[in-house]
């Protein structure tokens, strides 16, 4: 992690090194928190956080799923990114907002506990590495199931639920591959370990529906409202592991991982083993509208 020099906590400034929790906090144990992914980009006209207030509302609304109370509002929130991003001098960021139960107690049940918030940013390049962006990444499907709604809330950015993550991610890495790809208990494809996915076939772009178990990502939303604009057809609807494996084209968004094609999955090369036509218009589109260079999607950027 490429330090930066301050982290802003409940309104303060403290130094990076000095951020610190106790020990007992009730997240450390119990994983008892939300958070967020953010980035800022570069553009003429200055340093640009994209989509933060549906950022910041999304922190809210995972906090009420969990029932955590929030103690600043989302203009507080957003404010806080900016500054933080600004103090820092960072010409462009990833943004990490968390919020969660800090000491007070170490029963299950955390009301005792205060609850603390924390903004943090940092310079962080291509999440699955340059040459995955450019050239495609080899994924595996995961032998972990992705959390069901009956035991979580996968439209909520919870720190406990990561752990089911953290499984897949560790086990793909382990057996040589970049990244996961979990499916629902059912055996449909959900999402990557922390990415959405897309498969293209016959020019159609389908994705899976929130009911999948997915996190109803912004940059999900972001890139099918790009490539419909363009003409593209994007669908929502289930996909088997077989579409993905018959698919001309997959790729993988996300804030970490903006868009990232897929050039093999379970050692079956997809379409020619390179990016396609659609991932490729996908990126550039993304790209463009994050650096302000596409004037209709500008009011996705909030100007540090």
């Known amino acids: 992690m490429d330090a930066a020099s301050y982290i802003w906590m409940d309104g303060e400034m403290v130094p990076w090194a000095d951020a610190k929790v106790h020990v007992l906090s009730h997240a450390l144990h119990y994983g008892s928190g939300v958070f967020e992914g953010i980035r800022a980009y570069e553009t003429p006209e200055g340093t640009a956080v994209f989509r933060l207030t549906d950022h910041i509302e999304r922190l809210h609304r995972s ?21 933080v991003v600004r103090v820092n001098e960072l010409e462009s960021a990833y943004i990490r ?11 299950l049940d955390p009301s005792p506990c205060e ?3 924390v903004v943090a940013a ?19 499907i995961s032998s972990w199931r992705r959390i069901s709604q009956s035991s979580f809330v996968p439209v909520a950015k919870g720190t406990g639920q990561y752990l089911n993550s953290i499984l897949a991610k560790q086990e793909a890495l382990r057996t040589g591959y970049d ?12 999402e990557g370990s922390g990415e959405n996915i897309f498969v293209v076939r016959d020019g159609v772009v389908s ?9 109803d990502g912004i940059t999900r939303a972001s890139v099918t409202k790009l490539l419909g604009d363009d003409g593209i057809e994007v669908r929502e609807r289930s996909i088997t592991r077989g579409d993905l494996l018959g698919a001309d084209e997959v790729f993988f968004t996300g804030t970490a991982a903006e868009v990232t094609p897929i050039r093999e999955v379970d050692d079956r090369t997809i379409g020619k083993g390179e990016p396609g036509p659609v991932t490729r218009r996908a990126q550039e589109l993304f790209a463009d509208t994050v650096t302000g260079k596409l004037a209709a999607y500008r009011h996705w950027l909030e100007y540090v």
């Open 63 to 83: 906090a009420g799923a969990y029932g955590i109370p929030m103690t600043h509002s989302v203009d507080a929130l957003v404010a806080a990114c900016k500054e």
């Open 97 to 107: 907002p968390i919020v969660f139960y800090g000491y007070g107690g170490m029963a």
């Open 115 to 117: 609850v603390q918030t």
């Open 122 to 140: 940092w310079r962080w390049g291509a999440y699955l590495g340059d040459e995955g962006v450019r050239h495609g990444i080899r994924v595996r």
């Open 179 to 190: 990244e996961a790809v979990m499916l629902t208990e059912d055996g449909i494809v959900s």
């Open 207 to 215: 994705t899976p529906p929130v009911g999948a178990g997915i996190l």
